[in-house]
Structure formats: C-alpha cells, structure tokens
C-alpha cells in the first residue's frame, strides 16, 4: 500500500533520473558534432567530388513535339456485289493482300446458267437478223423486178397492146414488193435492236459472273473476317471484311494554332520532315513528309489539324497507334548546348553549376531553349567551352571549391551524344 506522503519524493526522483539520461545523451553528441565540423567544406573542410563537362557548340534541329495518332492510307471495307453462298475465302485473318489477290469465291452455278440463257438468246437474235437480210434482198430484187415490169406494161397500153386493167394490175404489184420492201427493212432495224440488248445482257451476265470471284481492291492488311464459308452474302449489304493500307500510312496531329504561321513560312520554302516514333521503337523513329494542313481551326480547342505521310517500310505505324511526333522546322546554327541533366531548378529559374579556373563553383542562371534528345540549348547564360558541373550539384553551394572525379564522362566530357 502506497501513502500519500511518499508521492512527491517519488516524482523528484523520477524528474532526477530523466534529467541525468537527457544530459548523458547531450554529452555522446557533442563529440560526434565537433568532429563533423571539421570534414566539411566551408562547413567543414572537406572538398566534395563532382563530375563537370564542357559546354558544346553544334547545330540543332528547331522542331516542334506534339502527340499524334496513326491513320490507314486509306480503308476499304469489302461487301458482295450480288447475292450467293460462299463457296470459298482465300486468305487468313489478319494477312497482308496485295491488290488484285482474291479474297473469297461466290458460288457461280446460277449466274453460269444465266450467261448461258443470255448468249443463247443473243445467237437467236442473230439469226433473226440474218434471216431479216436475206428477206430484204430477196425483196429488193423482186422489187425491181416488178417496177421493171410495170413500166413495160404501161408502154404496151399506151401503145393499145393490153387493156389499162393488166397495167394498172402490174403497177399494184410493183407498189406491193415495195411495202415489203420497207417492212423488212423494219425487221432487220428490230432485230439489229434485239441483239444490241441480247448483247448488253450478255455483258451484264458475265460482269455478274465476274463478281462471285471478290479480289482484294488495295493493298493492305485485312482486319476481323465477318462473313465466312457456307454463308450467303447479300447483295450490296453484307459486310465480308474490312482492309487498312499502312503502306503509305498517315499520322494525323495537332499544333496550337499559334504555329500555324510559323508552318506555313517553312512549308513555303520546302517540304517539312516529319518524325514519328512508335511506343515500342523509339530508338529508330520512321521518317516522312508534312502533306495536310486542315483548312480551319478548332474553334473549342484552338488547334489545327496536320497530317504527315510514311512510307513505313517495315510497318512499324499502325492504325490507331499514338505517336510523339516531331516536325522539323529548320536549323538552328551554332547552338549552345548542355546536357539535360546540367541544368538545376532554384527559387528564382533555372541555373547551372559553372567552375571558374581556381576551381570553385558559381551559379548562373540560364535562358533555356528546346530540347534535342538528351541534350538541351541554352539560350543566355553560358559561353561556348565553358565547364559546368554535371553530377554532383546537390553537394554545392556557391563559391565552394570542387574536385573532378569520376562517374559518367569525367572532366571534359562533350555536351550530347552526336551532332545533328
């Protein structure tokens, strides 16, 4: 059992005890603090090791970077153009078609049948006409005859041989022949008529014979099969596939319509190269031309649309993909240019780390410009061959002095990879 007269003595020793463990703890670190000061730099005396490079001087690429989207060339989507069963498709999904290479196979029993009704009808027609002819010249010449017999009789009655009853007989069978004549010269117009429209149908047959062998219309790469064997395909109306040229293909993109002016001065002093890399590729960018610009500009985005055309050789572009693309504009001369990873972020911009010739470090601030792949242009700040600091910045502070060392480059490594 605890008394009450006995708890402050308890709390002093208590309050004793913590006070005892707190200056023990003060007195472990004083040590420890005196001999940190001595090892660092302007805070202690130990001279830190960072990895500088030289400033370089090169021409750059004066481009503009926006993200675009893979287009086909052009897409074609296939349907039947009369109606029957597929009989056969030539090709997998997803296969690569060139044009003209045959696609699917209609059955093309009933249109045999009816190119054969058709050049049937047209060899009666023919004939038809060829029977009509040589009525007409049998006619003619019966014509003749008879005028030439009229005429005879009519010179006899004149002369008081024969009665007026046998002229005038022989003068109506002159002017018979002669109608008959004339309707077999209708004869042959019809029949002329009948194979010109017998012909026309046989055409229209074997254009229709034609259409159960559907060829691929483009180049291209086919996409899902919707219509497959032993299905009957309707006549304009079924969809039998879809195909997507990718060579050439398109990459569609839009730039603020702030550029715009500055696009149209380039593009009126040449064609504008293009550069598109895909996703899983970026090492190797393909390569094309700026074809379109759009005729108006987004009034909700204040973006205009561009397109750019590839050859894509190898078909590293497909439909859909989206893209960094890159147009470049022009050629920046004589370039100041550092790596990326030079420039540091402060309170008031961007700085570098430049080392004066006894070693120590002063910050500049700097004018940046734009980006060239792992590099990056200053545009006010620097010098050509002056040396900053490029690994190492967080152990600086200005006017401290430095030590080069190792890591990647050392002392006196070039600003970039490679000249553009």
């Known amino acids: 059992m605890m008394y009450p007269n006995r708890l402050p003595m308890l709390r002093v020793r208590v309050i004793t005890a913590l006070l005892v463990t707190v200056i023990i703890a003060l007195n472990g670190c004083a040590p420890k603090t005196a001999a940190s000061e001595k090892k660092g730099g302007k805070k202690g005396g130990e001279i830190p090791i960072v990895v500088t490079t030289k400033v370089s001087v090169r021409s750059v690429p004066v481009e503009i970077q926006v993200i675009g989207n893979v287009e086909a060339y052009s897409t074609v989507t296939v349907k039947a153009q009369i109606t029957g069963l597929i009989e056969k498709v ?49 006619d003619q010449a019966q014509q003749k005859y008879q005028q030439a017999q009229a005429a005879r009789f009519d010179n006899l009655f004149k002369q008081g041989i024969i009665s007026k009853d046998q002229a005038e007989q022989m003068q109506t069978s002159a002017d018979a022949i002669s109608q008959s004549v004339k309707a077999d010269m209708a004869a042959i117009q019809s029949a ?18 034609g259409y159960t062998s ?15 064997e032993g299905n009957l395909a309707s006549a304009n109306v079924t969809e039998l596939i879809a195909i997507n040229e990718v060579q050439p293909i398109y990459v569609a993109f839009s730039v603020p319509e702030s550029q715009l002016p500055t696009i149209k001065e380039f593009m ?15 090492a190797n960018p393909e390569r094309g031309t700026l074809t379109f610009v759009d ?17 894509n050789v190898q078909r590293k572009l497909w439909p859909g ?11 920046r001369a004589n370039a100041v240019v550092v790596p990326n990873q030079v420039v540091q972020t402060g309170q008031d ?33 620097l010098e050509p061959d002056d040396t900053v600091v490029l690994e190492g910045q967080l152990r600086l502070a200005p006017n401290m002095k430095i030590r080069t060392g190792g890591g990647k480059g050392g002392e006196g490594r070039k600003g970039g990879k490679k000249k553009e």
């Not at 219309?217 to 919707?226: A, E, F, K, M, V």
């Open 90 to 138: 030539h090709f997998k999904e997803g296969d690569f078609v060139a044009k003209g290479a045959p696609l699917f196979s209609i059955d093309p029993s009933p249109f045999q049948a009816s190119l054969s009704q058709v050049e049937a009808n047209v060899a009666r027609d023919k004939a038809i006409l060829e029977q009509s002819r040589a009525t007409l010249s049998r």
């Open 192 to 209: 002329q008529a009948s194979v010109a429209a017998g012909e026309a149908a046989l055409r229209n047959s074997r254009i229709q014979l």
């Open 268 to 282: 009126s002093r040449g064609k504008l190269t293009v550069i598109s890399a895909p996703p899983d590729d970026p």
């Open 349 to 381: 911009g961007p700085f570098v780390y430049r080392v004066r010739e006894d070693s120590s470090v002063e910050a500049v601030k700097v004018v940046t410009g734009s980006r060239v792949n792992e590099d990056i242009v200053i545009d006010k700040g």
């Open 214 to 228: 559907i060829r691929a219309p483009i180049d291209g790469r086919t996409g899902n099969l919707i219509a497959k």
């Open 321 to 331: 993909q989206f893209v960094k693309v890159t147009v470049q504009l022009a050629t």
């Open 295 to 311: 005729n108006r500009v987004d009034a909700n985005t204040g973006t205009i649309r561009l397109k750019a055309t590839f050859d």
